[in-house]
């Protein structure tokens, strides 16, 4: 048999199942996989360094479907390929509930998926934090342990969304030239042809922002063949332009909008198949096919023994780090770190703001965690994220540990979960509070996937002052706390912060959000062996013995004005006790007993916190006090604003006493 005619074969049983699942599911996308399977075919067979009976081998190549929506593209290729779990039962339920198929692709839940994909733009955009993780790690490990490729499949779609231009630019600048984009260009979006909304030149779009980018007939194996080969011989990244029809070899759908998102239906789907001349039963795969599959799947195999042998060279101690920063394992000097940490600033109290706080716990943390890499979204002064002596990561050196994102929020954010992902690396990245609607998508994914980056969120309130209500994050903490999975710290002082840091570094189950301050906040702690914000929140100030009155609920710079409330009511023979809350969702998420000894049951429970009130009502209850934003905030002075709205000892002490009083 032909080469030609074998390869074809190969691609029509791509075909073939994508048809033959969309249809059992009665729902789904089928054109993309027929689309891009010759593609694939060429991908898979061809270049892709992966074995995969070992899909998680450190330095396999990382494919990652950013056209999510195609996802039987690829569970037909790890099927093929014989990944582990993936099976034709798994094929046949296809969007079903409990299954391995689910209608997008989801790393958590399929072994073989490297991230999780479908809302468009987040595949190519964390792709970027895959090539940043693979220049980095080679370059501290070096290329004999570390020296793979990060291809993406990317839709007309994901070139659309915004955040695609964030990530180009930045794949661009730094010379990722390991980054490999084969764009779907079948000229279809949902509602007709693209022509209907877009007419970028995607390819000199590419160009423009440092790419090498060429078009290719994405039917012609050969072509791609070439185009891919000569991908991997640039000092750029690549964009290699896949001219294809959307739903080939469909008699009536090929080339329109109906072969999108929807089954072609029995009629079309057999008339399909006959015309692509695959025959066989519904997700039977010719013999001779499943065979030349498989071979593909387990040729890495070698190779991955090849890179045993090298890895096997390097020094037991090197090898040691690689498999710790691989897996996720934190430094066992992390937490001896913080606590030394936090008796030097016990030592010598001062008053700073919670994001130089950070950035004095980043200076003792960088030390013991290598893993863990720096950036800011162009608010390096401001967010306090560059520890001492970090060296900047350039186009030319990839051994440092601080990464310039530009100010491209959504791009850091996406990136910082393929770094994550990728393996080897902590992110943790910076910007205003308020940004965080920038970056919000890939933030909800993080948790989503359950990946750990630290999002270092300064300016958190008010607070900021006379930047004014268009930078003040009045309703963002209860947006944050919103997210399923997502921890949000607001510290109170330089104590809580380093606490919160540890927490956040030491969390390998999700995200974390560190809300700090501009303003400078005393401080209010004792530097205790024990990691106090590890609950969420606990008592600050009792009353010495003595039954409380009103228990005092605040989170980092309201905090301080509760203590000081505290003491008007002291005063006035209330006795008053003070919760800090650092993490008001980690709180609800202590077990009924834990919550119930911190929140206490004072007959008056008033929180005061320099945001709307959402979320605090599962605390205090919603008879409770609040002193807080009810609205957006306003251009001036901290102390005016404070003043302005309410937010005063003062203010919290009169709450207090009137509930009190009664």
């Known amino acids: 048999m032909a080469l030609s005619e074998m390869q074809n074969r190969l691609a029509n049983a791509i075909r073939g199942l994508a048809i033959d699942g969309v249809e059992a599911a009665k729902s789904g996308h089928p054109g993309m996989p027929l689309g891009m399977a010759d593609v694939a075919t060429v991908l898979f067979t061809r270049f892709m360094k992966f074995d995969a009976a070992e899909p998680h081998w450190a330095d396999r190549d990382r494919f990652i479907l950013s056209a999510g929506h195609g996802s039987m593209l690829l569970y037909s290729l790890l099927y093929l390929t014989g990944v582990p779990g993936m099976t034709v039962e798994e094929l046949k339920h296809f969007r079903q509930l409990g299954h391995k198929t689910p209608g997008h692709p989801e790393n958590f839940h399929t072994v073989g998926i490297e991230t999780t994909t479908g809302p468009l733009g987040q595949g190519i955009s ?194 040691a780090e690689f498999k710790r920063r691989m ?99 902590v992110p943790a990245g910076g910007t205003f509070f308020i940004f965080t609607d920038y970056a919000r998508p890939a933030i909800r994914l993080a948790a989503l996937m359950g990946t750990s980056p ?91 013995g003595g039954k409380a009155a009103v228990t005092l609920f605040a989170s980092g710079s309201e905090v301080e004005i509760a203590m000081n409330a505290r003491a008007i009511l002291n005063q006035r023979g209330v006795p008053t006790r003070v919760v800090s809350v650092p993490s008001l969702e980690l709180l609800l998420a202590q077990p009924d007993d834990v919550k119930a000894r911190i929140i206490g049951d004072t007959p008056v429970k008033v929180a005061v916190e320099a945001a709307v009130r959402f979320g605090w009502d599962a605390v205090i209850g919603p008879s409770g006090g609040f002193v807080g934003m009810t609205g957006f905030g306003a251009s001036g002075p901290i102390k005016d604003l404070y003043n302005h709205f309410g937010i005063t000892a003062e203010a919290v002490a009169e709450t207090a006493l009137r509930r009190h009083n009664g």
């Open 126 to 319: 964390t792709a970027v934090g895959f090539a940043f993780a693979e220049k980095m790690l080679a370059a501290q490990f070096g290329k004999k342990v570390v020296d793979h490729y990060t291809y993406v499949i990317a839709s007309d779609g994901d070139l659309m969304e915004g955040v695609s231009q964030e990530a180009i630019a930045l794949a661009g600048h730094y010379k990722l030239n390991k980054m490999i984009v084969m764009w779907d260009n079948n000229g279809i979006s949902i509602d007709g042809p693209l022509t209907l909304s877009d007419s970028v030149d995607q390819v000199k779009r590419f160009q423009a922002a440092g790419w090498r980018a060429v078009h290719v007939d994405g039917h012609d194996q050969d072509a791609i063949t070439a185009a891919i080969e000569a991908a991997q011989k640039s000092s750029k990244p690549t964009l290699i332009a896949c001219k294809t029809t959307i739903g080939f070899g469909s008699p009536h759908r090929a080339g329109t909008s109906k072969a999108h998102g929807e089954p072609l239906g029995p009629e079309e789907a057999k008339l399909t198949k006959e015309n692509l001349g695959i025959t066989g039963a519904p997700f039977e795969v010719p013999a001779d096919i499943l065979k030349a599959w498989r071979e593909a799947g387990s040729r890495g195999v070698a190779v991955r023994a090849a890179w045993e042998e090298r890895f096997a060279t390097l020094s037991e101690r090197k090898q």
């Open 454 to 544: 630290v999002y270092v969120m300064t300016h958190d309130s008010i607070g900021l002052g006379e930047d004014g209500p268009t930078h003040q994050p009045v309703e963002h903490l209860a947006a944050c706390r919103a997210i399923p999975n997502m921890r949000v710290f607001r510290p109170c002082d330089a104590i809580e912060t380093a606490e919160c840091w540890q927490l956040a570094l030491e969390r390998t189950n999700g995200p974390t959000i560190l809300a700090l301050t501009r303003q400078n906040l005393p401080l209010l702690r004792e530097a205790t062996p024990a990691n106090l914000c590890a609950q969420g929140a606990y008592e600050l100030a009792g009353t010495g």
């Open 327 to 425: 897996g996720h394992e934190r430094p066992a000097k992390l937490g001896k770190a913080i606590l030394a940490h936090k008796k030097a600033l016990a030592a010598t109290p001062t008053a700073m703001a919670t994001r130089k706080s950070s950035e004095a716990a980043l200076n003792a943390i960088v030390e013991v965690m290598p893993e863990l890499v720096l950036g800011s979204a162009d608010l390096t002064p401001s967010n306090n994220t560059k520890a001492k002596g970090l060296v900047e990561i350039t186009p030319k050196d990839f051994k440092g540990r601080y990464i310039h994102w530009g100010i491209r929020e959504h791009g850091m954010a996406a990136a910082m979960n393929g770094l994550y992902l990728h393996g080897g690396f």
